[in-house]
């Protein structure tokens, strides 16, 4: 059982961190839209005694590993544990991968560290990532599993952290690679950056590889959260990410506060997935930073746009909210109790001192503007204070 490293850099299948699961080709069985339905039934772990041995062993070794490589030596108590989650699928059957998060609840209990993901659409691909239990900054492997005809097939992956995997897994049509299977992981970095792994099935159905070796994977912005979408219903899927973004850097923005949050929509061309748009998420505070940055630029038409009652512009002027600013001119102290708060309240920095406000917001034609600014009656930091118009 050999683990796949790519020769351009130590790598992009090296640092992704992702499981591969079982592949239904459509040489060997129906594809997915035609498949029968099937009852699952129900599941249990097969030879625990044997299980608990293997665990044990792969314990014992991944104790005794040294160093952060996955090679050499230390590969064995990978190894063991791949071998485990091979024989766990197989008990499961071609027609049950669907419940193959089995795999991780039972490794678990038996002390050892995995991270399992599937494609809900394309439940026969499976993708386990193994993680040494007593040493974090060691690589990870993640063993791929998938079927070629009858014959459940594995295959390794060496990986740089690995954590939270999201995977996708689409039929191209092209012969010479007939599944391709992108997957979303987090770095071990500290800051935990997303990266994008795009590896195709060859046209054999026996072995993966990484689609375009030569080319840098995309950026997709750092650490956040991402989705795989077929947003134009082709049966293609693109990839969102959402990041937080860069904040301006005359607001101060309380820890639990809303930020603001970049979307990246990437699609697949010949050359790979690459950016196809990006955008702030339109939120309340995303419009009153646009607002006040509007009022700076002295934009009165633009920024007149963002209230509900444009007469309001003369009166943010004269509050000193166009004016020269500098860092953390603004606060953003608390808002709604609300995932998605509709107000919130801020403090402002100005040249007659700090100025509390809560401001509201509502949406017109779909997008949000302002509604009203008030000043609260009770101290600021208070959720539940209210507040009076001025």
């Not at 990870?140 to 992956?157: H, K, M, P, S």
């Not at 995932?339 to 997008?367: C, M």
């Not at 009770?378 to 507040?387: E, L, V």
């Amino acid at each position: 059982m050999g683990h796949l490293r790519s020769r351009s850099r130590a790598t992009f299948l090296a640092s992704a961190g992702l499981f591969w699961a079982v592949v239904a080709f459509r040489t060997g069985a129906p594809s997915p839209a035609a498949a029968a339905p099937s009852f699952v039934r129900p599941w249990t772990p097969p030879a625990a005694d044997s299980l608990t041995a293997w665990a044990a062993e792969a314990l014992a070794r991944f104790r005794a590993n040294q160093g952060d490589s996955v090679g050499g030596s230390n590969y064995r108590a990978y190894q063991i544990v791949g071998t485990i989650g091979r024989g766990v699928l197989r008990s499961l059957g071609r027609r049950n991968t669907v419940q193959a998060h089995v795999l991780q609840p039972l490794l678990d209990s038996l002390g050892l560290m995995t991270e399992v993901a599937i494609d809900p659409q394309l439940p026969e691909f499976v993708l386990m990532v193994v993680h040494n239990p007593f040493r974090p900054t060691a690589d990870a492997l993640g063993f791929l599993y998938w079927y070629r005809v009858d014959d459940l097939r594995i295959q390794g992956v060496v990986l740089n952290g690995g954590r939270d995997p999201l995977v996708r897994v689409w039929w191209t049509g092209r012969s010479e690679s007939p599944y391709e299977w992108g997957i979303v992981y987090h770095q071990a970095s500290p800051e935990g950056e997303m990266k994008l792994l795009l590896i195709r099935l060859d046209q054999s159905g026996s072995f993966w590889s990484e689609a375009l070796p030569e080319r840098e994977p995309p950026d997709l912005g750092g650490a956040g959260r991402a989705a795989w979408v077929d947003v134009n219903g082709d049966e293609l899927p693109e990839l969102i990410t959402w990041v937080r973004a860069q904040p301006d850097s005359t607001f101060e923005e309380c820890g639990e506060c809303p930020h603001l949050l970049t979307e990246r929509t990437f699609t697949e061309r010949r050359e790979g997935f690459t950016l196809n748009d990006s955008r702030l998420v339109p939120t309340p505070y995303a419009n009153f930073v646009l607002f006040v940055r509007l009022l700076r630029e002295g934009n009165r038409a633009a920024a007149s746009r963002l209230l509900v009652n444009p007469a309001k512009l003369d009166q943010a002027l004269a509050l000193g909210w166009g004016g020269r600013a500098t860092r953390d001119t603004w606060r953003v102290e608390y808002a709604e109790d609300e995932h998605w708060p509709h107000w919130l309240a801020l403090r402002f920095n100005g040249s007659k001192g700090p100025q509390h406000y809560i401001v509201h917001f509502a949406t017109r034609e779909g997008r949000w503007i302002i509604q009203d600014w008030l000043v609260p009656t009770k101290a600021p930091g208070t959720p539940a204070g209210r507040a009076r118009s001025k």
